[in-house]
């Protein structure tokens, strides 16, 4: 049984998979031209995985990585209840940050990490 850790020395095999998966994402990310302003980004309400900028539009950015088709799949992760969180999270991380993006986004990545073999990235933009 895995149990939660928040000692970033021994993180659990699920926490190097999601960090493993964030890493991926935002070189991919940066890779089509965005910006990454801040990784992981925490207040009450939640966690941000990643935001970025692309061009005058703040993005919010949640990544999910599978090994298997077990757990489901990332898309089915991502619930209208999470959207919203994501959009309220997104609006908090600029009142935070004092900064007021025209527009505001909510991607997702998923990145599927096979046993063998190189990661497969999917970006699905405009989620909201």
């Known amino acids: 049984m895995t149990t939660a850790t928040n000692d970033p020395a021994h993180p659990t095999a699920g926490q190097a998979l999601g960090a493993y ?7 991919h990310l940066r890779e089509q031209g965005m910006v990454v302003l801040d990784r992981n980004w925490r207040c009450a309400q939640g966690e941000i995985d990643l935001v970025l900028r692309d061009g005058d539009t703040l993005v919010v950015c949640e990544v999910k990585t599978r090994t298997g088709s077990t757990g489901g799949t990332p898309h089915e992760a991502v619930t209208p209840t999470k959207l919203e969180r994501l959009v ?3 609006e908090s991380w600029q009142v935070e940050h004092g900064l007021r993006a ?6 997702l990545v998923a990145v599927h990490h ?6 497969q990235v ?5 989620l909201v």
């Open 88 to 90: 309220r999270l997104g």
């Open 21 to 27: 998966g964030e890493r991926v994402a935002a070189t």
């Open 114 to 119: 096979p046993p063998r073999g190189a990661a």
């Open 122 to 126: 999917e970006h699905v933009r405009g």
């Open 102 to 107: 025209p527009n505001l986004r909510v991607d």
